[in-house]
């Protein structure tokens, strides 16, 4: 009787209940809400978690790779396809590297412009969050309300770089082109129909009654977990850690603008909603100062982009889903001896099996839309 | 990291516990504002934001920056502006371009063909940023699918250039 | 044991025509039977399709959307389409599962509907079998349901449908219990169990309905109805059985084709009898909506009681319908929490507060 059973790779075999009638569930790669192709395999007594293993890589193109074969300039649109929701501000992320590197910096306007599109997609990708925060707990009509709100702001995008995802627009210097004359007006106007919008959003999901039943108390994160997994952005920030780049190590010229960083304590499921719906709002002030003072003049500097110096660059962003760093080791020629980036989804996926021990697996779910991972960009 | 330690937890007494009971009872007022947002969506039609993607084809448009596929800036008699300098061939991440130089009477390089696979291209545009002769542009095209593979491969040129 | 129960007590003019002219009593049933049974399939196939649109569509407006655009003027034979495509499929199960009962389940799952819908009076003459222990029986085969889930979940071989057949069989015995008693509050107001009789008790006005008519004691018993009845039918956001976020489609999982349709087919029909149950027990079934102006009231009893009955059940479908686009779903401890701390409780004081409005009269006239 006292055989030794049989894990699958990654458990640890020190769990023993005589009442626990423990079995595997394998989760993925295919399944409606691992949020793309991440496999976790269960173990669960009844429907309580006890333990998960997740299992990356199932699409990993060896970006960083890719990046060594090709121009400095040519991974700015491989930083593209890591994050997805968050391209634009990805786009920020490796260009103010490469610009480290290069010595140069950009206009007024061209400052600007990278502000309002990044937080242009802080709110989309936040929106996306709010989708499927919804979704994930079954509610389909919360999933249709964020991606409605969130193509509109990809139409924005659609006009000024020449698509909607895959945005590919900053460049060292600036921006592939300057903003439309449509671009502000049109702005203005998404943000007067997003501010009555998520007013009616939240009615419908902050104070309802089964999302706080199934979100208060569930995944809790403490402030030194937190810590100790690396997590960042939205995460850490509803843990109790102040942390946001663009306070604490402001780039660009975020310096200039007046915006809270929220900050919740209980490091629940329900405080990472309130942290992202919060930054919402945050985003959209940032974006009505931008709004005032937009300058004129050029968008792009005229110093050319030269060759970078040999050297180690490092340039930290906070995306919409955390710490977005890129590293650039420069030795000679045009091509990246290498590139590293830091990206936040996977140093927050980390956690999930802290955080959803001894609960349900519909818990498992809530806890992976409220971490919101991209898994091309845990498995670059 | 050792076991894996389920949570349980703690006993409250019975006030906390009425209280928490009649507090949830108030709360689901919260379920009645929630339906107040989806029945007034439901008969306002106004918000639909449905595109009738075939059916209006005739009246959809892309933006001008739109990025379909590379094509070649031709005029009416099918002349071209490239010089067959390959910068766009560095350019591109994918390789998805090749251009094919050829030598014209006057024994100067000019552009036989321009190999260009749809197949391979991730339409990031870094081929029309470098080319300093604006002889490509990415056109409106976003109907990109083809049944055979063979219509992915593709010479963007009607004519051979004149350098 | 009384025969008398299998034989069509309700007078339909085709029914009384169809006994007083063939001269053997056991043919003339025999046609009755299969008359009903043509009638019903109709109402329960014909609505089943109607509101596998008519979802579709309350959902896309909802949700900001148009639906179903493209066959027929808006998307009207959508619905056709799918089901010839779910019919072509072809069938299979997956290896290593009960093929006998993977088969049966949706088989199963499907005759519940259909024997309650037997009951329902659609009109003061148009009622398959008025039975004077209609809601015990209603009760007693909707106990079937479960039967079917738990079937399909456990011969699937799948552990995602393993635990969704499981969380529907602790579901929908445990909200059997509410719905049970909720129907029993009815029957104790009407002081009869009998389908025809609980519609006829409610003849007057609008106040005469059991909504109204046990003075707040009714809507209370109402909400609980629909709680507990949305539970019954595992529709979200009570979908727990299902959950396809979670559990991929839970105790169908392994289903396609046929036996898929078959699954979808049964909660449609299954939100029709419900609704009708609904109707019938405190929205007065197949009267008039009477305001107590005489004019009004005799404009009103010129319209067929069977629109009224379905006019009604389509406000019950939409309310149901308008449940399921907004909510998200509990978790299934909760769920469970929900039932026997909240709906076993309150429904328990129900029964007895009514018992209580009886004695001293406090109901309306």
């Not at chain 2, 919260?30 to 107040?36: D, E, I, K, R, T």
């Not at chain 3, 084709?257 to 029709?272: H, K, P, Q, R, S």
């Not at chain 3, 709906?343 to 029964?351: E, I, K, R």
Request: with cysteine.
């Amino acid at each position: 009787m006292t055989q030794k059973k049989q894990l699958p790779p990654g458990f640890r075999e020190v769990y023993n209940d005589s009442n626990c009638e423990e079995f595997f569930v394998n989760m993925g790669p295919q399944h409606p809400s691992t949020h793309g192709a991440l496999r976790l395999v269960l173990r669960l007594d009844g429907e309580t978690i006890i333990e998960i293993v997740p299992h990356f890589g199932y699409i990993h193109r060896g970006i960083e790779k890719q990046a060594e074969s090709g121009t400095y300039l040519q991974f700015i649109h491989l930083s593209d396809r890591e994050d997805y929701l968050t391209a634009i501000q990805n786009n920020l992320g490796v260009v103010l590297a490469l610009e480290k590197g290069m010595g140069i910096g950009t206009t007024e306007r061209g400052e600007y412009i990278r502000v309002m599109m990044a937080e242009l997609n802080r709110i989309a990708s936040h929106l996306v969050y709010y989708g499927c925060f919804g979704g994930d707990m079954g509610g389909q009509t919360p999933l249709i309300y964020g991606f409605k709100e969130r193509e509109m702001i990809h139409d924005i995008f659609d006009e000024v770089t020449g698509s909607r995802l895959t945005t590919n627009f900053f460049r060292p210097g600036g921006s592939r082109f300057d903003v439309t004359d449509t671009f502000i007006p049109r702005v203005k106007a998404f943000l007067d129909h997003l501010e009555p919008t998520m007013k009616d959003y939240e009615l419908l999901m902050s104070k309802n009654i089964i999302v706080l039943e199934r979100n208060v108390g569930i995944g809790v994160l403490t402030r030194e977990q937190a810590i100790s997994f690396g997590c960042s952005g939205p995460v850490l920030r509803a843990s109790g850690v102040p942390y946001d780049v663009r306070r604490s190590d402001p780039y660009s010229i975020y310096d200039r603008f007046d915006f809270d960083i929220p900050i919740e304590t209980d490091g629940d499921n329900y405080a990472r909603y309130k942290v992202r719906i919060a930054e919402i709002h945050e985003s959209m002030k940032i974006l009505r100062q931008c709004i005032e003072k937009f300058p004129e003049g050029p968008y792009r500097s005229k110093e050319k982009p030269v060759k970078l110096l040999p050297g180690n660059y490092y340039a930290a962003t906070e995306s919409a889903k955390g710490l977005y760093a890129t590293y650039v080791v420069a030795v000679s020629g045009d091509k990246p001896y290498r590139i590293h980036t830091r990206g936040p989804s996977f140093a927050n996926l980390a956690a999930l099996n802290t955080m959803s021990q001894g609960h349900k697996i519909a818990d498992l779910v809530s806890i992976m839309a409220s971490l919101d991972p991209v898994i091309p960009e845990v498995d670059r | 990291m050792g076991t894996p330690v389920i949570k349980k937890e703690k006993p409250i007494s019975a006030k906390e516990y009425c209280k928490r009971y009649f507090g949830r009872i108030l709360r689901s007022w919260s379920l009645v504002q929630g339906l107040s947002v989806t029945v007034r969506y439901f008969f306002e039609p106004s918000r639909i934001v449905t595109e009738q993607y075939p059916e209006n084809k005739k009246t959809l448009k892309m933006h001008p920056r739109y990025r379909g596929r590379v094509e070649m800036i031709e005029d009416a008699e099918g002349n071209n502006h490239c010089t067959a300098c390959g910068i766009c061939e560095r350019a591109c991440p994918n390789g998805s371009i090749n251009v094919l130089a050829t030598k014209n009477i006057a024994g100067k390089k000019v552009l036989g063909r321009y190999l260009y696979r749809l197949d391979s291209c991730t339409q990031c545009g870094f081929c029309v940023e470098s080319c300093p002769f604006g002889a490509i542009r990415m056109n409106q095209d976003f109907e990109l699918s083809r049944t055979d593979k063979a219509g992915f491969e593709m010479i963007l040129n009607k004519k051979e250039g004149q350098g | 044991m009384n025969s008398s129960i299998f034989i069509p007590s309700v007078t339909h003019p085709i029914g009384d025509f169809i006994r007083s002219n063939v001269p053997i009593p056991e043919l003339a049933f025999l046609i009755n039977a299969i008359l009903c049974i043509i009638g019903i399939c109709v109402v329960a196939f014909g609505a089943a399709l109607v509101l596998v649109y008519v979802e579709r569509k309350v959902c896309a407006h909802v949700q900001c959307r148009l639906g179903p655009m493209r066959l027929g003027f808006h998307g009207c034979i959508q619905t056709v389409a799918d089901t010839l495509k779910l019919l072509f499929k072809e069938v299979y199960a997956p290896d290593g599962a009960d093929k006998f009962l993977f088969y049966l389940a949706p088989m199963v799952l499907l005759t519940a509907p259909f024997l309650c819908l037997c009951m329902i009076p659609f009109d003061h003459n148009l009622q398959v079998a008025n039975i004077s222990v209609g809601i015990p029986l209603i009760i007693a085969v909707n106990g079937f349901g479960v039967l079917g889930i738990l079937l399909g979940g456990w011969s699937s071989n799948n552990k995602y449908s393993l635990l969704g057949g499981l969380r529907s069989g602790a579901q929908m015995v445990s909200y059997e219990i509410s719905l049970s008693l909720i129907l029993l509050f009815i029957v104790m107001m009407a002081g009869s169990a009998s389908l025809m009789d609980i519609t006829t008790s409610q003849s007057g006005t609008i106040l005469d309905w059991w909504i109204f008519k046990a003075p707040g004691i009714g809507i209370v018993a109402f909400i609980m109805f629909l709680i507990s009845s949305t539970a019954e039918m595992n529709r979200a956001p009570f979908d727990i059985a299902e959950a396809e976020q979670e559990l991929t489609g839970g105790y169908h999982t392994e289903y396609n084709g046929t036996a898929f349709a078959m699954f979808y087919l049964a909660e449609y029909i299954n939100l029709v009898t419900t609704s009708s149950l609904a109707t019938t027990c405190f929205l007065g079934g197949f009267l008039p909506p009477a305001i107590g102006v005489a004019a009004v009231d005799h404009a009103l009893a010129m319209v067929p009681g069977l629109i009224w009955f379905f006019a009604k059940v389509g406000l019950m479908i939409w309310i149901y319908m308008m449940l399921r686009w907004t909510f998200v779903r509990p978790r299934v401890d909760q769920l469970m929490a929900l039932e026997w701390k909240f709906l076993l409780p309150v429904n328990l004081l129900l029964l007895a507060a009514g018992a209580v409005f009886l004695a001293l009269g406090w109901v309306l006239p």
